[in-house]
């Protein structure tokens, strides 16, 4: 893993860990969802593959541009 690592939405000021317990609580599995309850995401949308790819692991640390490199491989 690199020394930066991506763990939150900065426009929401909120950290994956966060993300996924709240929606762990409300029953969601999407970035929609959480969306909707303006929870995280609704800016510049960067932080959306990653918390895709939180729902699809579970995981909350993310190499920079991992999504990515994972749908080329
Ligand atoms: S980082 Fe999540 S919307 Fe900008």
Redo the contacts with the bound molecule.
């Keep these: 893993m690199s020394s930066y690592s991506v763990t ?5 000021k909120r950290n994956f860990e966060e993300i996924k317990e709240f929606a762990e609580q409300q029953s969601f599995s999407s970035v929609e969802e959480l969306q909707a309850e303006q929870f ?9 593959p990653y ?1 895709e790819m939180m729902f699809e692991t579970g995981r909350t640390e993310f190499e920079p541009g991992e999504y990515y490199k994972a749908s080329t491989e």
């Design positions: 939150r939405c900065i426009c929401h995280c995401s609704c800016g510049c949308g960067l932080c959306i918390i």
